[in-house]
């Protein structure tokens, strides 16, 4: 079975305003609001993939209500777990200016409701995967997904750890299986320095390529990661897998709709091809073509758009390291 944690769920509200303006009153063309979250959003394409998933986490207050009716009018399976106090998140989210956001902070999760969520998860064992994305919710130490991994450890689950910062870095050295850091993520990890200034990743991509990226891949894996999937947006993503093979693709041509949860997207992607036989270039196709039929998309993907995308991206041929670093 696969599990999504997803420690500070949100109720989004996607919303496209012409001309957005500071100092002026903006009023949307289009709105409509959606249970999210990273790993919510991991379930949805799970789901759309025929992939059965439970959600986890934490909700509150009547915007966690709200975020329950929604995730079951999806038909998603789930057990989320209430806090006493406080309510869940309200996040905004504009479509038509990429990248563009206001997140609520969430409710406060403290220790007992996180021995709560480790006492769901003491129930997973042998075969079973667990996606840990997103941000930690207030009151969750950065160590929380290092932690889980921890005391899962022995069990024979494979961890997926999509996340920032030290939330990442402190659960590498319980290798997880795949990670997903974007190219703002991984600058943010490796910043070098350069004649006293900082350069950052991307402005080692503008002169070498993707394969730029390699070393940071393999810094990844040194520090235990066993699979680095890296999403660039538009300029596609790069994978090295644990065998040391590098690939890489570009994005399917399309029309940009709308990049909410595109790089979840991938995620599920990524195991919803690997289930179909423990092959990486096959998982890696159907990473790239999952993230970009959802930015493709007013809403997630289904399950034939990805299909369609996967398509076109294999008639590519092979993106390994050979043939494309």
């Keep these: 079975m696969i599990y999504t944690v997803t420690m500070n769920p949100s109720l989004d509200m996607i919303i496209a305003v012409d001309d957005f303006a500071l100092g002026k009153t903006n009023r949307t063309r289009t709105e409509r609001f959606q249970p999210g ?91 079973d995967i667990l996606i840990l994305s997103g941000s930690a919710a207030s009151g969750v130490p950065d160590t929380i997904y290092g932690d889980l991994m921890d005391r899962l450890s022995a069990r024979g689950i494979l961890f997926v750890v999509d996340a920032a910062g030290a939330l990442l870095e402190n659960a590498l050295k319980y290798h997880p299986f795949l990670i997903k850091p974007n190219l703002c993520e991984l600058e943010a990890l490796f910043v070098e320095e350069k004649n006293g200034a900082e350069t950052p990743v991307m402005e080692c991509m503008r002169g070498n390529g993707r394969q730029a990226l390699l070393p940071y891949a393999r810094k990844l894996q040194e520090q235990g990661a066993r699979n680095v999937l890296i999403s660039l947006a538009g300029e596609g993503a790069f994978f090295l897998d644990e065998d040391g093979k590098a690939y890489c693709l570009p ?39 999952a993230g970009s039929a959802s930015a493709y998309s007013e809403d997630f993907a289904t399950k034939e758009e990805i299909a369609a995308l996967e398509a076109r991206l294999r008639s590519v041929g092979h993106c390994e390291e050979r043939g494309v670093l």
Excluded at 65 to 82: M, P, Q, S, T, Y
Excluded at 262 to 288: H, I, K, N, P
């Design 251 to 289: 994005v399917p041509e399309g029309k940009l709709v709308n990049a909410v949860g595109a790089g979840d997207s991938m995620v599920a992607g990524f195991l919803a091809g690997w289930e179909q036989g423990c092959d990486y270039e096959t998982a890696f196709r159907m990473s790239v073509a």
């Design 37 to 127: 979250g990273k790993g919510i959003n991991v379930s949805r394409v799970l789901h759309n993939l025929g992939l059965e998933n439970v959600a986890l986490g934490f909700l509150a207050g009547f915007i966690g209500a709200e975020i329950e009716k929604k995730v079951e009018a999806l038909g998603l399976r789930h057990d989320f777990l209430w806090l006493e106090n406080g309510c869940s998140r309200m996040n905004v989210k504009l479509t038509n200016y990429e990248g563009t956001e206001i997140n609520g902070k969430g409710p406060y999760v403290g220790p007992r409701d996180l021995e709560r969520l480790m006492g769901q998860l003491d129930r997973l064992g042998q075969g």
